[in-house]
């Protein structure tokens, strides 16, 4: 009989044991949402459970004297009827129903709950930040401010960017836990990118003229004065691969000042295709010619009209790759002869 405490999913457990959590976390799930679910499986759930009272959240005795292959049958079963939620996102909420605290109206998982502080962080130094006189629609730019004023400035940009970062981050979970496929070894990648998308965010409002910006919108001024770089700090913390798409254009320009302009490289790419090209050609046109050599001398020979078809068609599968068209002659060929 087996002893495990820790309800935790991240923790490493025995196989016997994860097949049974899981096992009956789904089929908690499948009949709480209706769906059919053999009576036989629950039936081995219930045979593995040493006490049948005992909540997921406490601590659990399997039954390790019963055959696996009946557990893990019923746990097949009930992922086939749970699809297309997951066994351990099933498993994590179901474990996350027994946390208590006053945290726990902010979401469903500890990773929705610290993004979500996150985002009021974020939201609270944005708003707080915008109160201050530091912070105006002409101030932001790093080469003429400096001291507090600059400080300010960037921890708005910083609170924008984070509040694009964790509305992304928020966006996405929600999503795989509503469809039941969030999967909790993909923690730390949420914070990943929530702190690229601080540091994207921060490098675009920082790096971009307002000014061109605001002379292209001109025609269609649907942002307020001075809104640009805050807003480049909330799109570059809600994608960070538009700061890398930026910033890779930026290489690519740079490069081109020491390797030519684009028409150049261009140009040399086409040039060096045609040599390539060239030389292809004299090669086949030697391999040809060569070819040719070796037929005339097995006709001089006095080679019979099958060996001097068969080297015909030797020519032209070196020459023409085509098994159609090979057939076609080789029976042309035999006709005439």
């Excluded at 474990?95 to 998982?109: A, D, H, R, Y």
């Excluded at 928020?170 to 469809?179: D, E, P, R, S």
Aim: aromatic letters at 8%; glycine letters at 6%.
């Amino acid at each position: 009989m087996e002893d495990n405490q820790s309800p935790d999913p991240y923790k490493q457990t025995s196989l016997r044991y994860q097949l049974y959590r899981e096992a009956r976390a789904m089929a908690e799930y499948a009949l709480a949402n209706g769906k059919t679910v053999p009576d036989k499986v629950i039936r081995t759930i219930d045979t593995f459970t040493v006490q049948s009272d005992t909540s997921l959240n406490d601590r659990i005795h399997v039954r390790a004297d019963l055959d696996i292959g009946e557990l893990l049958a019923a746990h097949c079963a009930l992922a086939r009827i749970v699809e297309p939620a997951k066994p351990n996102t099933i498993l994590l909420l179901d474990i996350e129903q027994g946390v208590t605290g006053f945290m726990k109206f902010l979401g469903p998982v500890s990773l929705i709950r610290q993004m979500m502080i996150a985002a009021i962080i974020s939201l609270m130094l944005f708003i707080g930040l915008t109160l201050t006189e530091e912070v105006s629609h002409d101030s932001g730019n790093i080469m003429l401010q400096d001291g507090l004023e600059l400080l300010l400035n960037l921890m708005f940009y910083l609170a924008a960017a984070g509040l694009g970062a964790s509305f992304a981050a928020l966006y996405k979970a929600n999503t795989f836990i509503a469809n039941g496929t969030f999967d909790p070894t993909y923690h730390a990648s949420y914070w990943i990118r929530f702190f690229l998308g601080l540091i994207a965010g921060l490098i675009l409002a920082i790096m971009v003229s307002e000014a061109y910006f605001s002379k292209h919108l001109s025609e269609t001024p649907f942002l307020e004065k001075g809104i640009i770089r805050p807003l480049l700090a909330m799109l570059g913390g809600f994608s960070a691969d538009l700061t890398h798409t930026v910033l890779s254009r930026l290489v690519e320009t740079i490069r081109s000042l020491f390797t030519g302009s684009p028409k150049d490289q261009i140009a040399n790419k086409k040039k060096a295709m045609q040599v390539d090209f060239a030389a292809q050609q004299n090669q086949q046109h030697i391999n040809m010619a060569s070819n040719l050599i070796d037929l005339q001398q097995v006709i001089n020979s006095g080679a019979t009209p099958e060996e001097i078809n068969q080297k015909i068609d030797q020519i032209l599968k070196d020459a023409l790759p085509n098994s159609d068209i090979r057939l076609k002659s080789s029976g042309k060929q035999d006709d005439d002869s």
